[in-house]
């Protein structure tokens, strides 16, 4: 069993940054692979970005490709989600989540993912 708990999450002007951190309990944390999503009202949950177990592949959407960078720290059982020039249109709920097995494969639907946090609110306002 995996927790995981968000951070970092608030209110921000367009242009601004932000960085998330998820925290997860427990000693498998190194061999799992990683993601974030988000959820905007009245929309899907959408796959945002991804890392391996090892840190060795990053996958992201279009969307916040060259504007979001994940990243994870093994030793303290974190990822992170840098977001630099946030646009309103990244405002969502970001979840992050925890995907089973060490796989150079990232999934990037929500069912590929096992365990889940409670999610953090990112608001960009213009």
């Known amino acids: 069993q995996v927790q995981l708990v968000e951070s970092g999450g608030e209110l921000v002007q367009a242009g601004g940054s932000l960085r998330l951190s998820c925290a997860a309990s427990g000693r498998t944390f190194s061999s799992y692979n990683m993601g974030w999503f988000r959820q905007a009202p009245g929309k899907e949950r959408e796959f945002v970005a991804g890392?391996?177990?090892?840190?060795?592949?990053?996958v992201y959407v279009d969307s916040v490709k060259g504007r979001f960078t994940i990243s994870r720290d093994n030793a303290k059982n974190t990822v992170y989600l840098q977001m630099n020039s946030l646009k309103p249109e990244d405002t969502a709920v970001y979840y992050c989540?925890?995907?089973?097995?060490?796989?150079?494969?990232?999934?990037?639907?929500?069912?590929?993912?096992?365990?889940w946090g409670q999610g953090t609110q990112v608001t960009v306002s213009s």
């Open positions: 989540a925890a995907s089973t097995g060490s796989s150079w494969y990232i999934g990037r639907r929500p069912h590929e993912y096992t365990y």
């Open positions: 890392i391996t177990w090892n840190g060795g592949k990053t």
